[in-house]
């Protein structure tokens, strides 16, 4: 069964009688007239059938616990849907972890991970009720426990490994190879099991956890990554007699930017792990552990568009095109940071014969801000709504104020209404943590 990912466009999207696009209902040159661009539209119909789709395609499996990783689009509005959803929330700041608690989002289902946890971010943790920290690293096990001994707590953690498999997806997303800043290697968890068993009486060690990239095409990465982890709890259970009953494997189902891209769908993804699951607890004579994920990519980012208005043009004689848009990288830095590529449609011209060879670029003063390259459209006219498709996750939530231009509006778009869910930023929000020393008055 196909699932929202495997689509370019959010599942909502069609033309309109005004011959315009129109997403969640909601025309969408009307949301750049209304709200002003560059602005991220989110069709909540497209979430939430993500989310459905996770819950089905795992229903049989008895133990099973999602999460969507916070990264991809943090904000109070996302953890309201996600909570409706039945999802926790995998969060990795303190920032993140202020979010959801002042979202009201229940605490006991949150997942605290990275690999440099602060002193501060600890602490905020345990107070804030976090469900489940994945360790990261020696430093981590003895600052947790520490903190844990001072609150008269036990936390309940993972360890995160590195299992060892690549995945074929750009290196900066690749993060289960051997050598990367995140996790334990599994020669030293021994060493981490016996600290945890001898010392740090205050963590209680549940699971392993492991995420081997994001952007993830192939099943067979899911597979061999379950296959390690489970000879790895085969081994501790015969030599330390614990049985690990949590198995996280991450995030990283793909999604489709263009049309080169072909990701499986969830139920593809969800068969391959149940299956893989079954087969190496009996292989190893496991008790079939909870199956964690912590998607974000999949959950969001087909379900989001980022609205820009055409500017100035310009023609390099025997050259490119170029047309500029009132954003950039400021927010949308994949392009610059990893060559990603997307569709992209004029949104009051959707039909228009797509007869030139365009490349557009944005307002920032970096010859490297291009949002799209060589792309063909229909021939864009100043004022022309350009439709970025499909991003949803790591936009936002890798915007930036570079050239103090501010961060975009996000809204929420469903059966013809629109919401605001991020309001745009303001000049004196922007100027509002500049201090000018006494000194220099
Ligand atoms: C530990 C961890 N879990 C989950 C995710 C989410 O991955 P994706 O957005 O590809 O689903 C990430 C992304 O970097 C991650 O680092």
Redesign the pocket.
């Known amino acids: 069964m196909n699932t929202p990912n495997q689509n370019i466009k959010p599942v909502t999207t069609r033309i309109n009688e005004n011959n315009n696009i129109e997403i969640g209902g909601c025309d969408l040159v009307e949301l750049a007239n209304k709200y002003g661009t560059p602005l991220y539209v989110f069709d909540e119909q497209t979430i939430r059938s993500m989310t459905k789709s996770y819950k089905d395609a795992f229903k049989d499996y008895p133990h099973i616990n999602m999460m969507f ?1 916070a ?2 689009f943090m904000n109070k509005t996302m953890c309201k849907i996600m909570q409706q959803e039945g999802f926790g929330l ?1 969060l ?1 700041s303190g920032g993140e972890i202020y979010t959801a608690k002042t979202s009201g989002f229940d605490m006991s289902k949150t997942l605290f ?1 990275g690999n440099n946890k602060s002193y501060d971010e600890l602490v905020y943790a345990l107070e804030c009720g976090i469900g489940t920290i ?1 360790v990261d690293n020696f430093f981590e096990l003895a600052l947790l426990n520490n903190i844990a001994q001072s609150q008269n707590k036990t936390v309940r953690i993972l360890l ?1 490994i590195t299992p060892g498999i690549e995945c074929h997806t750009h290196e900066y ?1 690749q ?1 289960g190879h051997l050598d990367c800043k ?1 996790g334990f290697d599994l020669t030293q968890l021994d060493e981490a099991i016996e600290l945890i068993r001898d010392e740090y009486s205050n963590l209680n060690f549940i699971g392993l ?1 492991a ?1 081997i ?4 095409f192939e099943k067979k990465v899911y597979f061999d990554e379950i296959d390690v982890i489970f000879k790895e709890i085969k081994r501790i259970k015969d030599k330390y007699n614990i049985i690990l009953h949590e198995v996280n494997l ?5 999604i489709k930017y263009t049309e080169k891209d072909k990701p499986i769908s969830v139920y593809d993804m969800a068969k391959t792990i149940t299956e893989a699951f079954d087969k190496f607890s009996e292989k190893y004579d496991i008790e079939k552990p909870t199956i964690f994920i ?6 969001v ?1 087909t379900a989001g568009v980022t609205l820009y208005t055409a500017g100035s043009s310009k023609q390099v004689p025997k050259g490119r095109k170029y047309q500029a848009v009132d954003g950039g990288m400021s927010d949308n830095i994949r392009p610059s940071l990893y060559q990603a590529e997307y569709t992209v449609e004029i949104a009051n011209n959707p039909n228009g014969t797509k007869n030139e060879k365009v490349t557009i670029a944005g307002k920032h003063c970096e010859s490297g801000d291009i949002l799209a390259e060589n792309i063909m459209l229909p021939e864009i006219e100043e004022g022309d709504t350009l439709c970025f498709y499909t991003t949803g ?2 936009g936002y939530s890798m915007a930036s104020n570079y050239n103090r231009v501010l961060k975009p509006a996000a809204v929420l778009v469903n059966n013809g209404k629109s919401d605001i869910i991020i309001n745009r930023q303001t000049y004196e929000q922007l100027c509002e943590s500049d201090v000018i020393p006494d000194r220099l008055n």
């Open positions: 990783a990264k991809a995998d990795c991970n994945s995160r997303i993060t995140f956890h995420h990239g994001s952007q993830i991450g995030g990283g189902l793909g912590e998607p974000g990519r999949s959950i980012g996750a790591y």
